[in-house]
């Protein structure tokens, strides 16, 4: 069985500070971990997925994430925020084991970036 | 390149009224799914298809139905609507049915069932 949990339903941060969403996940064999956004009245946006290979993970916008097997978390990052990543993130994980194609997603962040 | 298109995006049902969701995707992915949004309830699975003539139910079908005739579609059935389906309905694609993919999402189709 596959899960991810979101555990902040909400996340403050000031503009130009750095930021961090948090996400931990459970799964029987190694992850297929991913990030999306979604803006208000909008669809949700691919932003960055680990799959194999480095921990640390670039993506769309400036964000990062890392994957932390042995804390079994992938927490969304960037150093500076803006007012305009102001939106709603979701985590999702996939379980290689098994071969699912669902994903599961957390219940999402929303992340509120202050001027 | 239009990626993952849903129409309606808006529409306002009576109970007992059937309708259809229509998702067309242009990338050729092969796995399709539809998921609702309801608040503080995050994305909920409905149903998916991992290709032409194959779809499965997902963690809330009942009230639905699917059908996957060719690659590109994916329509979603509602077939006596009811107040509690009210809620932001999304299509999303994924091109590796291995997993690996990421979805491609639709921009939503807002539904009210009076």
């Known amino acids: 069985a596959q899960s991810v949990a979101q555990p902040e339903d909400q996340v403050n941060v000031a503009e130009g500070n750095p930021l961090t969403v948090k996400c931990t996940y459970s799964?029987?064999?190694?992850?297929?971990l991913f990030w999306y956004v979604q803006y208000p009245n909008r669809g949700l946006q691919f932003l960055l997925k680990?799959?194999?290979?480095?921990?640390l993970v670039k993506g769309s916008y400036g964000f990062e994430a890392e994957f932390n097997k042995s804390q079994t978390s992938f927490h969304l990052k960037k150093p500076s925020a803006l007012v305009s990543d102001s939106a709603l993130y979701f985590c999702a994980v996939r379980d290689q084991e098994g071969g699912s194609y669902i994903p599961t997603f957390g219940r999402g962040t929303s992340l509120i970036v202050h001027p | 390149n239009a990626g993952v298109t849903q129409t309606p995006k808006f529409q306002v049902l009576k109970t007992g009224q059937s309708m259809t969701l229509q998702c067309a995707q242009d990338m050729n992915h092969e796995y399709m799914s539809w998921y609702r949004q309801d608040p503080g309830m995050g994305l909920r699975l409905i149903h998916y298809s991992v290709g032409a003539g194959i779809t499965d139910q997902g963690e809330v079908p009942n009230g639905y139905n699917v059908s996957r005739s060719t690659t590109e579609d994916f329509p979603l059935r509602l077939l006596s609507a009811a107040p509690s389906q009210t809620s932001v309905y999304f299509c999303?694609?994924?091109?590796?049915?291995?997993?690996?993919?990421?979805?491609?999402f639709g921009e939503g189709s807002r539904l009210t069932v009076l």
């Open positions: 680990y799959i194999t290979g480095d921990n």
């Open positions: 999303a694609s994924s091109y590796y049915p291995e997993g690996t993919g990421e979805l491609f």
């Open positions: 799964v029987s064999g190694n992850p297929y």
